[in-house]
C-alpha cells in the first residue's frame, strides 16, 4: 500500500514538479519559497538527525510513518516522518492549469461513490474547512470504495488502512500569506478549481487498485 | 464549586463580546505588528465570538457565562460542538490581556520569588516556557499556570486551556500558525523569544495569581 502511494524520496528534499512561481496566481512563489523552501525542508532536515544513529536510520519514509504512527500514541519520530511524506504527496497533487472536473474512469468512479462530481467537491470543501486546527484533507481509496478523510496535524491516510490518492494542507502556513484573516475556504475554493492535477490522483488511483488485487 | 472559582477568578470578563485588547492594535510594535491585530484581533478572535454566538442560539447553553460553556463542552476531551469557539473566545481575550506595551523581561517581587521557588530560576522557568510553545506540534498553547500552590508550566492543542485540566491559567502564548505567520513566517522560536523579552504583561500575570490564590483558599 505505501510503496503504491509512490513518495520516493527519502530523507531528500525532492522539488516539486514545477518551478516555485509555476502556481501563481493561485499559490504564490513567495508561498513556495516558505512552505516547501523552509517549512518541508526542516522536516527533512530535522528527521534526518532524529534517525541518526537509531534502528530507523536508512529505513524507507513509509516504514518509519508505520512503524512510529504507535495506534495514535506517537512516537517522535512520526511527525517529521509524516510531514515530510505529506509534503512530498501535496507538491505532487497540484499542477500549473489544474484543478476543474476530472473525466473518464476518475469522474465516473467519483460519481459512482459521491453520486455526483458536486457532492464530492462539498465534502471534500467540508473536511478541509472543519478540520480544526492543523490537518489535512484527502480523497482516498479504501475496500474499492473512495472516500474523503480528514485527518490532524501529520496524521496520513496510510496509517488509517486507506491509499491516499489527493491531499490539500490546511495547516495555516499553507494558506496564510495568501489568503490572511482565515480564508481558509477561499484557499480551498482555489486549489480545487485550479491546483488539482487529476493525472497524479488517476496514476495514484491505478496503483492503488494493483496494490489492492 | 473549586471549578468555578477558578473560572470566575481568571477575569476574562467578556460573554460574547469582541473585547478590543487594552491597548491600541499599533502598540505592540515592532514586536507584534498592527497588520497582525488586525488580523488576529479583527478577523479570528472575532469570527470565534461570533460563530459562538451563532452555534448557541436558541439551545440550553445561549445566555451562559463563557467558562460555563467551556466547562460544560469539554466532556473529557470528547468535545462538544460548542467547545472550539468558546475556548478560543476566551483563549484570546486572555492572551491580548497577557502583553503589553514595553513589556517582557524578567518579573520583580513575589512573583519572581515563586518563580524562582518553582523552577529554580527565572531562566529555567524562561526555558521550559519556550520549550512548551516551540513543541506544541500544529496548534495550539503554552501556558504558566497555577494549581496546588504552585506554578507550572503547561501546553495544550488547539483550543485546549489549563480551565478545563484543573490549573488557573495565568499567562498564555497562542501558537497558533496564524500567531505568528504574518511577522515571523516559520520562526515560531523568534516569536517566542520577541514575546518572552518584550510583550509578556507581568502585571496582569500578577493579578491573575492574586486572583488564584484568593480562590484557592475561600474553597479549601
Known amino acids: 500500500m505505501a510503496a503504491s502511494a509512490a513518495v ?17 496566481p493561485h499559490m504564490s512563489k513567495q508561498t513556495l519559497e516558505f512552505h516547501w523552501g523552509k517549512h518541508h525542508r526542516a522536516y527533512v532536515d530535522n528527521l534526518k538527525k532524529q534517525v541518526l544513529g537509531s534502528e530507523l536510520e536508512g529505513k524507507p519514509l513509509e516504514h518509519i510513518i508505520q512503524n512510529t504512527y504507535n495506534n495514535g500514541d506517537l512516537l517522535p519520530p512520526f511527525n517529521n516522518a509524516a510531514q515530510a511524506w505529506n509534503h512530498e504527496f501535496f507538491w505532487e497533487s ?25 457532492k464530492f467537491y462539498d465534502e471534500f470543501n467540508a473536511a478541509a474547512a472543519t478540520q480544526f486546527g492543523a490537518g489535512w484533507a484527502w480523497l482516498a481509496y479504501a475496500d474499492n470504495k473512495l472516500k474523503v478523510v ?11 488502512g486507506s491509499f491516499p490518492l489527493l491531499t490539500i494542507d490546511v495547516w495555516e502556513h499553507a494558506y496564510y500569506l495568501d489568503f490572511q484573516q482565515n480564508r481558509r475556504p477561499d484557499y480551498i475554493k482555489t486549489f480545487m478549481n485550479n491546483l488539482v492535477s487529476w493525472e497524479a490522483v488517476s496514476s495514484r488511483l491505478e496503483a492503488a487498485k494493483a496494490a489492492s488485487s
Open 8 to 24: 520516493t524520496a527519502n530523507y531528500v528534499l525532492k522539488p516539486p514538479p514545477y518551478p516555485l512561481d509555476a502556481l501563481e
Open 94 to 118: 497540484m499542477k500549473p492549469g489544474g484543478g476543474g472536473k476530472p473525466s473518464g474512469e476518475l469522474l465516473a468512479l467519483l460519481e459512482r461513490d459521491f453520486t455526483s462530481y458536486e
Open 150 to 160: 480528514k485527518t490532524p496535524n501529520a496524521v496520513n491516510p496510510l496509517v488509517l
